[in-house]
């Protein structure tokens, strides 16, 4: 932070505030973050970095918050400190060295078992010391636990948080939990680890994360989709033609191929961040802007997605995959998908919805592409320069831009594609946009579960996807090699072209520089 003065006026029009219904009420009192697997890859790339950015801002304020590591490898305070210290970069600090170190002194870290009462019980009591310390100011005490472990241990995890490591204010406070994915392998182990979580802990208490909810041009569709009236009368089956939700990684599965080969893309990345991405662009207009009712619009959409067929799928594998030599030799989990969806009711009734994903490409973003249909009565002839397509380009470079036709600018009558663009970096000069982490964590402590997947939720999605997924895993559907490097198999391209997909030739869109 850079001044005490500064600091205050931060936290001043920032106080933590918790959710009860729709209201926010403010809070007051200890706060104990306890991420769990704390030793781990997620932990130190991802959540001790949100929790810096939080605290950076105020939002974390020391007087109130202590952070707790918690995993069976065997390492002190400092050796954590010191694993995390790379990884904590604020753009947002003042002070960055100075920030740095006042924020691993908030860290402590206790070593235990995920299975046993006493790492555990000896965690309660660290928690608890921070909070007697802490007992000169009235209010709550709070404790968020962040499972960042694999989803294995998270039904003893939670035993051994519910029965030892529970909120014991008398006064008000809570104890939430936050969950990673993949949550659950297919319907039936899904259901059995929320049916386990869910004799332990309310849902109110239980956070499913899905960073892609966090991320700015995701959080930005309802405000896009139900504040404007130029998309209300158009984003329908009358005017779209098809919409692709894409997810490119320009690198495969470095050193995480031995996690990858038991999951595949499809459960890495379509069933959670494409499936909660279509959800936004897909459902109705909720009642309110309640969590709840957000989230009820959600699996309303969800619950309508028919059954997917096997010629709307293409699969593949990038060749060089079973090199890992944590990969077994003949394995058939696909690291490329494209599936159509298609939802039954009347705003979507015939309009294909493509979630494509794939590792090892030739580039690395996500987007949105609204595909409009053609203009009737073609007077300009324009038709084979392209479509109107609506493009929200989630990452990198975050932007928005129409693509329309205009008149060539010159003496002659001629038609050129061109676009309108809200390009993020330049319309927004000097505004830092958060990490998905960093907001959605803000999320749990204010106690605000709409950018969360709620238990039935999570239920439709694997509905959607566990026959194909079983076929997969039985070896009735093999992935079809491709060069790492490449668009993926040129079937998919194929399918996306059935699917009525009309690609512009000779247009390539290149973000504004300053
Ligand atoms: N890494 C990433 O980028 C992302 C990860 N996730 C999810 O977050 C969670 C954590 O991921 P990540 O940090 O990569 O995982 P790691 O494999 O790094 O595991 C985290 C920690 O859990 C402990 N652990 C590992 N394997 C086991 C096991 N079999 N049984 C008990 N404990 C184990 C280890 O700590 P110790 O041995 O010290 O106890 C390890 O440091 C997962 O659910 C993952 O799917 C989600 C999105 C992105
Ligand atoms: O959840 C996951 O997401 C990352 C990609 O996240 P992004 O925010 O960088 O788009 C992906 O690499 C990983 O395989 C997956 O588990």
Known sequence: MGSGEWCLQKRDSFKSETLVGNETVPEIGCLSIIVLGASGDLAKKKTFPALFHLYCQGFLPPIEVHIFGYARTKISDDELRNRIRGYLVSERSASPSKDV???????????????????????????????????SLEGSSRRLFYLALPPSVYPSVCRMIRRYCMNKSNLSGWTRIVVEKPFGRDLGSAEELSSQIGELFDEPQIYRIDHYLGKELVQNLLVLRFANRFFLPLWNRDNIDNVQIVFREDFGTEGRGGYFDEYGIIRDIIQNHLLQVLCLVAMEKPVSLKPERIRDEKVKVLQSVLPIKDEEVVLGQYEGYRDDPTVPDHSNTP??????????????????????????????????????????????????????????????????????????????????????????????????????????????IRGDQQHFVRRDELKAAWEIFTPLLHRIDNGEMKPIPYQAGSRGPAEADELLEKAGYVQTHGYIWIPPTL
């Not at 206790?110 to 965690?123: I, K, N, P, R, T």
Request: aromatic share 10%.
């Open 101 to 135: 170190s006042k924020f691993l002194q908030l860290i402590k870290y206790v070593s235990g078992s995920y299975d046993a009462a006493e790492g555990f019980q000896m965690l309660d009591k660290e928690i608890s010391k921070h909070e007697t310390s802490k007992n």
């Open 335 to 444: 690291t490329f998908a494209t599936v159509i969806l298609r939802i039954h009711n009347e705003r979507w009734e015939g309009v294909p919805f493509i979630l494509k994903a794939g590792k090892a490409l030739n580039s690395r973003k996500a987007e949105i592409r609204v595909q409009f249909k053609d203009v009737p009565g073609d007077i300009f002839k324009c038709k084979k320069q392209g479509r109107n397509e609506f493009v929200i380009r989630l990452q990198p470079s975050e932007a928005m831009y129409m693509k329309l036709m205009v008149k060539q600018p010159g003496l002659e009558m001629s038609t050129v594609q061109s676009e309108l663009d809200l390009s993020y970096r330049q319309r927004y000069q000097g505004v830092t946009i958060p990490e998905a982490y960093e907001r959605l964590i803000l999320d749990t």
